[in-house]
C-alpha cells in the first residue's frame, strides 16, 4: 500500500519560513519524481516545485528563489524549504509521486501566512 505522508505545515508570518517533508512508503522511492503541490480555496491545484529520480528540481515561477526542494532517497523523504513565505503562499500542499502511468498523492498539509 502506497503511502505519502506530509508533515511540517502550519501557520507563519509573512516573511517567514517553513520546511515541509514527505515521507513515502510502498513504493521504489528512488524511481520516482517527487513534487509539491498546493491548492488555495476556490483554486485548481497548482505545481510548485519538483524533482527527478536524478535529483534535479525544477520551479514554478512563484517559487524559484524562494523555495528549495530536495530529496534524501536513504530516507525515502522529499522535502520543501519554503523561505520569504507571503500571504498568497495560503494553501495546503500536496506532495505527488509520479513514474511513469503510476501516481500517487499524499493528504495535504496546510500552510497559512498571515499577519
Known amino acids: 500500500q502506497v503511502q505519502l505522508v506530509e508533515s511540517g505545515g502550519g501557520s507563519v508570518q509573512p516573511g517567514g519560513s517553513l520546511r515541509l517533508s514527505c515521507a513515502a512508503s510502498g513504493i521504489i522511492f528512488s524511481y520516482y519524481q517527487m513534487g509539491w503541490y498546493r491548492q488555495a480555496p476556490g483554486k485548481q491545484r497548482d505545481l510548485v516545485a519538483l524533482?527527478?529520480?536524478?535529483?534535479?528540481?525544477n520551479y514554478a515561477t512563484s517559487a524559484e528563489g524562494r523555495f528549495t526542494i530536495s530529496r534524501d532517497n536513504a530516507k525515502n523523504t522529499v522535502y520543501l524549504q519554503m523561505n520569504s513565505l507571503k500571504p498568497e503562499d495560503t494553501a495546503v500542499y500536496y506532495c505527488?509521486?509520479?513514474?511513469?502511468?503510476?501516481?500517487?498523492w499524499g493528504q495535504g498539509t496546510q500552510v497559512t501566512v498571515s499577519s
Open positions: 524533482i527527478t529520480s536524478g535529483g534535479w528540481p
Open positions: 505527488n509521486a509520479h513514474l511513469g502511468s503510476a501516481e500517487y
